[in-house]
């Protein structure tokens, strides 16, 4: 696991999980979880991505990327490693080495 893995994340963005779950978890993590499944899959860089778009639930806009990037830096990963992606941002990731 892990040989040559990027991981592109699709957000579910909620810090109230059990409002969530019923409609998103089958289809998005949250921030916590995208960051585990991208040790558990021994990914060499994480996009947070689909955030912010639309107002679907009771949190505050900005905190989805606010927990990402509190949880990635209490992790070690630098802005290179865990990257947040702005509202319509296209990202081009470098080739793997």
Same mark, same amino acid.
């Given at each position: ?32 979880? %995208?960051?585990?499944?991208?040790? /558990?899959? !021994?990914?060499? #860089? &994480?996009? $947070? ?22 949880? %990635?830096?209490?992790?070690?990963? /630098?802005? !290179?490693?865990? #990257? &947040?992606? $702005? ?11």
């Amino acid at each position: 696991m892990g040989d040559g893995l990027d991981v592109l994340y699709n957000g579910r963005w909620s810090a109230v999980q059990d409002i969530q779950d019923w409609f998103m978890s089958k289809q998005h993590m949250n921030p916590r979880e %995208a960051l585990d499944a991208f040790r /558990d899959l !021994g990914a060499r #860089r &994480i996009v $947070a991505m689909h955030w912010g778009t639309f107002k679907l639930t009771d949190e505050p806009l900005d905190e989805p990327p606010r927990l990402f990037r509190e949880d %990635a830096a209490a992790r070690g990963l /630098d802005d !290179g490693v865990a #990257r &947040i992606a $702005a509202v319509g941002e296209t990202i081009t990731l470098p080739p793997a080495p």
